[in-house]
């Protein structure tokens, strides 16, 4: 093999990969989408079957910014769920909680008060 085959051989293999990954990530959105029926999904589904190429383009034109807000939506609920259990885990307390202890500390003088605002203030934000 010369230099040359080589390097269109790493560009061909560059272009499937990325094809198969947007193919995945359209059918994984064509299943994740509440919004169509089973019916919408498995016409779907055939065509990326007979034409792979020109229906994951069309596919991405026609549904491209529902597919963005679907991901988007994905990810704010995972990280929400991530926080919620590391906040459980760490044991994290209220915001009431925390101005208490806040206001514990300011009456026993550990703290002054510009510390204690500033504590009241990240607590309740």
């Not at 792979?52 to 383009?57: D, L, R």
């Amino acid at each position: 093999m010369t230099f040359w085959q080589i390097i269109w051989f790493i560009f061909v293999a560059y272009l499937f990969f990325a094809y198969l990954m947007v193919l995945f990530s359209v059918i994984a959105d064509i299943f994740r989408n509440r919004e169509s029926s089973g019916l919408a999904k498995a016409f779907w589904i055939v065509l990326l079957i007979i034409f792979p190429i020109i229906i994951v383009i069309v596919y991405l034109v026609v549904e491209g910014k529902a597919m963005a807000e679907r991901s988007a939506e994905r990810y704010q609920e995972f990280q929400a769920q991530q926080e919620s259990y590391i906040k459980g885990v760490a044991g994290a307390k209220t915001p009431a909680e925390q101005v208490t202890q806040a206001k514990a500390l300011l009456d026993s003088g550990a703290i002054s008060e510009a510390e204690y605002e500033s504590m009241k203030a990240k607590a309740l934000s």
